[in-house]
């Protein structure tokens, strides 16, 4: 199993990213995925998780109306739209990805999960 993250880098607030996750070695498509995060110094955060389908997602409320989840079965890759990002957005960001739905903080309680790919907001 492979999950790799990409699309972080250094944005400006009110900016946006998409992060992509492409995954390999398993049935993308029977699995949930989810993004986690890790701010400098701060436990890691729940940030979004979304159904096999794609069709259902739920978010945490510090993301809710800014962030959105998606995902391309037939790619085998998970996406986050992050608009109006904030310096509180700043972090390493993590997909991972479980047979059940997971809105869990740490990565321990998820199947599987990448090495992440970090966001700083920042003027």
């Known amino acids: 199993v492979q999950l790799v993250e990409s699309g972080g880098g250094l944005v400006q607030p009110g900016g946006s990213l998409t992060l992509s996750c492409a995954a390999s070695g398993f049935n993308f498509g029977n699995y949930f995925m989810s993004w986690v995060r890790q701010a400098p110094g701060k436990g890691p955060e729940w940030v979004s998780s979304?159904?096999?389908?794609?069709?259902?997602?739920r978010y945490a409320d510090s993301v809710k109306g800014r962030f959105t989840i998606s995902r391309d079965n037939a790619e085998n890759t998970l996406y986050l739209q992050m608009n109006n990002l904030k310096p509180e957005d700043t972090a390493l960001y993590y997909c991972a990805t479980s047979n059940l739905f997971m809105a869990a903080n740490e990565l321990r309680d998820y199947d599987y999960w990448g090495q992440g790919t970090q966001v700083t907001v920042s003027s």
């Open positions: 979304i159904n096999t389908r794609g069709d259902s997602a």
